[in-house]
């Protein structure tokens, strides 16, 4: 076979450790050619790729990023580019494509599979919100990332009795935000699936310094909002040319009014972009090896418009129109076990 790797959407840890993983299954064990395209779905559009031998690999697996690159497209450039993909993947002489990415590009992903293309998808993110994996790869690295930098966090609140306000990675669900505040012991937790009470947070993190405590935590997922009807006023940000929605740093606005109404200084952390990048954990690189394997051999077994999946701890495959259909969000029950331990 001849395959296709392509990585997709923003940057992951455990990106490189899919495409070795791609590379050595299909060269080593099947007598395949693989090539990547550069920077994501640009370069299937643009023709613009590099052949992928093992040579090409070596040393990768521990490396953050990708060494293919990614970018964004607009949805409406990749609607009208479904021929120039065609034509593409028929002059190249592709037997299949794998595109390794999040939501959005599992939704192009689709649009290709359904256009024809032979795609076998592979999830990744570091928000964890793909509906038909339990885990997707990344998520373990950004949660271990946040969760250092609470426990940092700490200490200097401790010896300046502050609140520290940490906002981290999650536009539309709170798993970073659950999972590391968890981890650390954080005092509050924000998260976009429960619009926040301004005056309910105000009186929990007030209760710490009531009963005699030096210092205060509260880690907000970026996609956080107030309730409707809060009297915290907070602007949204409109939307990018991708059709994303902009965030308009709910960290920053949540310390001023913590810090106006509490009487205590109260300071933001934007944890930002560091949550993506760096050397992903051992589980993130093992699962994402696993993903890659299963993908070539799914290619081989004529498996298109599938993507791969973790389901308890086998790796199986389903459709990719069940992973595009909706965003897995934290549940009420696991936002009720973290009240539990706050």
Request: hydrophobic share 45%; aromatic share 4%; with cysteine.
């Amino acid at each position: 076979m001849r395959i296709g790797v392509l990585t997709s959407g923003g940057d992951c840890p455990g990106l490189n450790a899919v495409i070795r993983s791609v590379v050595h299954r299909a060269v080593v064990d099947h007598g395949d050619e693989v090539i990547g395209f550069l920077d994501g779905w640009k370069g299937l559009l643009e023709g613009d790729y590099r052949k992928l031998d093992l040579d090409a690999v070596s040393g990768i697996l521990a490396r953050g990023g990708t060494v293919l690159g990614s970018s964004r497209v607009q949805p409406a450039h990749l609607r009208g580019g479904v021929e120039t993909a065609r034509g593409h993947v028929a002059d190249l002489g592709l037997d299949a494509i794998i595109p390794i990415g999040g939501e959005g590009t599992l939704k192009a992903a689709h649009l290709l599979s359904e256009a024809g293309l032979p795609i076998v998808g592979v999830p990744k993110t570091i928000d964890n919100d793909i509906p038909s994996t339990d885990v997707t790869f990344g998520f373990d690295t950004a949660v271990g990332v946040a969760t250092e930098a609470l426990d940092r966090l700490k200490t200097t609140a401790e010896s300046h009795q502050r609140v520290m306000v940490v906002e981290v990675m999650g536009r539309h669900t709170g798993w970073i935000a659950l999972h590391s505040g968890m981890a650390a012991g954080a005092h509050a937790i924000v998260v976009p699936e429960r619009p926040f009470d301004i005056e309910e947070l105000t009186a929990i993190v007030g209760e710490r310094f009531s009963a005699g405590k030096r210092f205060a935590i509260v880690v907000v997922a970026e996609g956080a909002k107030p309730a409707e009807g809060s009297s915290m006023a907070f602007e949204q940000g409109g939307t990018d040319i991708y059709g994303h929605e902009r965030f308009a740093g709910i960290g920053n606005r949540l310390a001023v009014e913590l810090e106006d109404r509490l009487g205590k200084e109260a300071r933001p952390v934007i944890l930002g972009h560091v949550q993506r990048g760096g050397t992903p954990t051992a589980y993130d690189r093992v699962l994402a090896t696993r993903f890659g394997w299963h993908a070539v051999e799914a290619a081989h077994r004529g498996e298109f418009g599938m993507l791969t999946a973790l389901r308890g701890t086998e790796i199986v495959m389903v459709p990719l129109a069940e992973a595009t259909r909706t965003l897995k969000t934290v549940p009420a029950e696991r936002y009720a076990e973290a009240e539990t331990v706050l």
